[in-house]
T-cell receptor, first 114, second 115 residues
Framework: AQSVTQLGSHVSVSEGALVLLRCNYS??????LFWYVQYPNQGLQLLLK??????LVKGINGFEAEFKKSETSFHLTKPSAHMSDAAEYFC????????????FGSGTKLNVKP | EPEVTQTPSHQVTQMGQEVILRCVPI?????FYWYRQILGQKVEFLVS????????KSEIFDDQFSVERPDGSNFTLKIRSTKLEDSAMYFC?????????????FGSGTQLSVL
């Protein structure tokens, strides 16, 4: 079965520290991978996506993610957290054989401490 | 950047009542979607819509749910007889085409509370 798992429903980091949000998927077909962010009272906004080509993908606001096929992972990182990064982050996967829908992870709430 | 707009932002209704959630997708988009997120749970796919018909629906999308594109701009989700378990944040989304590598543009959601 195809699924998406985000480890850690809450992550707390200090301002300036590394941000690492984990996402793993299970699938036997190549995935299309996305990270979305949801700020309070707002919709889901695309941070970055991986489709084909370079496995290290850069997104908005200094975030990047690396697709590791051998580990079936697509972890999101940012070298230095900013207070404005506090939000909920969702990993989402789309598969080429069923591209009508996204499978979302359960989300990770990022808290940034001053 | 263009936006998907949803109204209302909050909807409170009594169990058994009908509700209509409204969405205005981005104007040149052709594919439309509804997702929902029950508090503390994953964002779940409900339905996709293309060329004036449902292209796929999940097991959640039973006979109590329906979607409609009544004119050239609106995309609505109707729940005929709401249940307590329908309480959730409902997100509308749209995309220009249906390619798997294409991103979806999401609205800010309608928080539905069924009492």
């Amino acid at each position: 079965a195809q699924s998406v798992t985000q480890l850690g429903s809450h992550v707390s980091v200090s301002e300036g520290a590394l941000v690492l949000l984990r996402c793993n998927y299970s699938s036997s077909v190549p995935p299309y991978l996305f990270w979305y962010v949801q700020y309070p009272n707002q919709g889901l906004q695309l941070l970055l996506k991986y489709t084909t080509g370079a496995t290290l993908v850069k997104g908005i606001n200094g975030f990047e993610a690396e697709f590791k096929k051998s580990e079936t992972s697509f972890h999101l990182t940012k070298p230095s957290a900013h207070m404005s990064d506090a939000a909920e982050y969702f990993c989402a996967v789309r598969w080429g054989n069923n591209f009508n829908k996204f499978y979302f992870g359960s989300g990770t709430k990022l808290n940034v401490k001053p | 950047e263009p936006e998907v707009t949803q109204t209302p932002s909050h909807q409170v209704t009594q169990m058994g009542q009908e509700v209509i959630l409204r969405c205005v997708p981005i104007s040149n988009h052709l594919y439309f979607y509804w997702y929902r997120q029950i508090l503390g749970q994953k964002v779940e796919f409900l339905v996709s819509f293309y060329n004036n018909e449902i292209s796929e629906k999940s097991e959640i999308f039973d006979d109590q749910f329906s979607v409609e594109r009544p004119d050239g701009s609106n995309f609505t989700l109707k729940i005929r007889s709401t249940k307590l378990e329908d309480s959730a944040m409902y997100f509308c989304a749209s995309s220009e085409a249906g390619a798997p590598n294409e991103k979806l543009f999401f609205g800010s959601g309608t928080q539905l509370s069924v009492l």
